[in-house]
């Protein structure tokens, strides 16, 4: 699960606390709680999430290696590792190791061909840590166009 | 009672020129029907009459002529034919004085816009060409090349650009924008009625149809008939349960 799920998990565990009221609760800039939670790529930095981890009442560290595993590492993986049909190995958060090839993939789910009779469909944001782990990687045609692309606010910044 | 038509003209204070313009006749018709020496042809009496704001019957066929004036003489019709009449020469017009203007000096050629050079850059790349070739087809190079002659240029790359056939564009595949994947999924499942295994993230289990779905939820109805939505955010993983274990309704 990247830093920016777990912060709305965290949230809705809060009983669904506004990211204003946390922005006015901690001393976050405007508007960079919400680029945490919807923004694919790492954002932030230890301050902040040093912050934040104070004010859920988290271990700094268990946010701080969430940091390193953003959606868009997984998106890179799942796009290589579907072009190769080389199998993906999956770490969930309920514990279960899941390895399959991938046979699609978006924006919530992805379906992991495990070898059984049918495929199991996984919620991205359940996905701890995976491997291989495949740093910018993918179809090279698309890896410029993927970088900004399918970040689909990213010029919605809240004033 | 009709009056002389000079009589009638100077009471309009208008000259003969002026009538004769007026009415569209030769001056010298109206002096000859003024001076008497014609009667006024019924045909020109109606224009007559009109030029002068006056009735018909106002003009006189015959008038009288002016007191004291001279009778008209006709020129007397030459025998032969005259002598050639020198017309002298209007003097030949002044030499203009030259203006201080400055004479135009031809203005150097205009260099191409950048964005034209760029643009030509553009083109170059589209059709597979460098500039030495392009200069080698021309026969000159860019260089001496203006504005205007650039421009002709690149309209003719431009049109060259459109006849050649574009390879299809690749476009990124980007399934993180969108969740047409899961909804299609989802979607086949509903209409089979195919019985789904939900793992939760508290470790519990799920088993049911599924009944309808959001980007946000899924909901199904349990095999005891309870209709149960789960958030997604609730779901770490879901499969399908072989038909073979579907229960019978």
Same mark, same amino acid.
């Given at each position: 699960?990247?830093?920016?799920?777990?912060?709305?998990?965290?949230?809705?565990?809060?009983?669904?606390?506004?990211?204003?009221?946390?922005?006015?609760?901690?001393?976050?800039?405007?508007?960079?709680?919400?680029?945490?939670?919807?923004?694919?790529?790492? !954002?932030?930095? /230890?301050?902040?999430?040093?912050? @934040?981890?104070?004010?859920?009442?988290? +271990?700094?560290?268990?946010? =701080?290696?969430?940091?390193?595993?953003?959606?868009?590492?997984?998106?890179?993986?799942?796009?290589?590792?579907?072009?190769?049909?080389?199998?993906?190995?999956?770490?969930?958060?309920?514990?279960?190791?899941?390895?399959?090839?991938? !046979?699609?993939? /978006?924006?919530?789910?992805?379906? @992991?061909?495990?070898?059984?009779?049918? +495929?199991?469909?996984?919620? =991205?944001?359940?996905?701890?840590?995976?491997?291989?782990?495949?740093?910018?990687?993918?179809?090279?045609?698309?890896?410029?166009?993927?970088?900004?692309?399918?970040?689909?606010?990213?010029?919605?910044?809240?004033? | 009672?009709?009056?002389?038509?000079?009589?009638?003209?100077?009471?309009?204070?208008?000259?003969?020129?002026?009538?004769?313009?007026?009415?569209?006749?030769?001056?010298?018709?109206?002096?000859?029907?003024?001076?008497?020496?014609?009667?006024?042809?019924?045909?020109?009496?109606?224009?007559?009459?009109?030029?002068?704001?006056?009735?018909?019957?106002?003009?006189?066929?015959?008038?009288?002529?002016?007191?004291?004036?001279?009778?008209?003489?006709?020129?007397?019709?030459?025998?032969?034919?005259?002598?050639?009449?020198?017309?002298?020469?209007?003097?030949?017009?002044?030499?203009?004085?030259?203006?201080?203007?400055?004479?135009?000096?031809?203005?150097?050629?205009?260099?191409?816009?950048?964005?034209?050079?760029?643009?030509?850059?553009?083109?170059?790349?589209?059709?597979?060409?460098?500039?030495?070739?392009?200069?080698?087809?021309?026969?000159?190079?860019?260089?001496?090349?203006?504005?205007?002659?650039?421009?002709?240029?690149?309209?003719?790359?431009?049109?060259?650009?459109?006849?050649?056939?574009?390879?299809?564009?690749?476009?990124?595949?980007?399934?993180?924008?969108?969740?047409?994947?899961?909804?299609?999924?989802?979607?086949?499942?509903?209409?089979?009625?195919?019985?789904?295994?939900?793992?939760?993230?508290?470790?519990?289990?799920?088993?049911?149809?599924?009944?309808?779905?959001?980007?946000?939820?899924?909901?199904?109805?349990?095999?005891?008939?309870?209709?149960?939505?789960?958030?997604?955010?609730?779901?770490?993983?879901?499969?399908?349960?072989?038909?073979?274990?579907?229960?019978?309704?």
């Amino acid at each position: 699960m990247s830093l920016g799920d777990y912060l709305r998990l965290l949230r809705a565990k809060r009983q669904g606390i506004t990211p204003w009221e946390i922005e006015a609760a901690t001393e976050l800039p405007k508007g960079l709680y919400r680029q945490l939670e919807q923004r694919y790529r790492a !954002m932030g930095d /230890d301050d902040v999430i040093r912050m @934040l981890a104070d004010f859920y009442g988290v +271990p700094f560290a268990e946010l =701080r290696w969430r940091f390193d595993w953003p959606r868009k590492a997984l998106s890179r993986t799942l796009m290589a590792m579907s072009l190769r049909q080389e199998p993906l190995t999956l770490h969930l958060w309920n514990g279960q190791v899941v390895t399959g090839t991938v !046979m699609w993939w /978006d924006l919530g789910a992805l379906a @992991l061909d495990v070898g059984a009779e049918e +495929p199991l469909i996984v919620q =991205r944001h359940a996905v701890e840590r995976w491997s291989p782990r495949l740093p910018n990687v993918g179809h090279p045609a698309d890896e410029a166009d993927a970088d900004d692309a399918d970040d689909p606010d990213e010029d919605e910044i809240e004033e | 009672m009709a009056e002389n038509l000079w009589a009638l003209r100077e009471q309009k204070r208008i000259s003969v020129a002026a009538l004769a313009n007026r009415a569209g006749l030769p001056i010298g018709l109206i002096m000859e029907y003024e001076s008497g020496q014609r009667s006024i042809d019924p045909r020109h009496l109606s224009r007559l009459a009109r030029a002068l704001y006056v009735e018909e019957s106002t003009i006189k066929l015959q008038s009288d002529p002016r007191p004291g004036a001279a009778p008209l003489e006709r020129q007397p019709v030459r025998e032969t034919p005259p002598a050639p009449v020198t017309i002298p020469k209007p003097p030949a017009p002044r030499p203009r004085e030259k203006s201080a203007r400055p004479k135009p000096v031809p203005r150097p050629p205009v260099p191409p816009r950048p964005s034209q050079l760029a643009h030509l850059d553009n083109l170059l790349k589209r059709i597979k060409k460098t500039t030495a070739e392009l200069e080698a087809e021309l026969g000159k190079p860019l260089s001496s090349l203006d504005r205007s002659a650039f421009s002709t240029l690149l309209k003719d790359l431009q049109a060259r650009v459109q006849a050649t056939p574009m390879p299809a564009r690749h476009r990124a595949y980007l399934p993180e924008a969108v969740d047409e994947f899961e909804a299609r999924y989802l979607t086949a499942a509903q209409e089979h009625r195919d019985l789904l295994h939900f793992t939760l993230f508290d470790g519990s289990t799920v088993d049911g149809v599924v009944v309808g779905f959001s980007p946000y939820s899924i909901t199904v109805e349990t095999p005891d008939g309870a209709e149960v939505t789960v958030n997604k955010l609730a779901i770490v993983c879901y499969t399908r349960r072989p038909r073979r274990q579907e229960p019978t309704p």
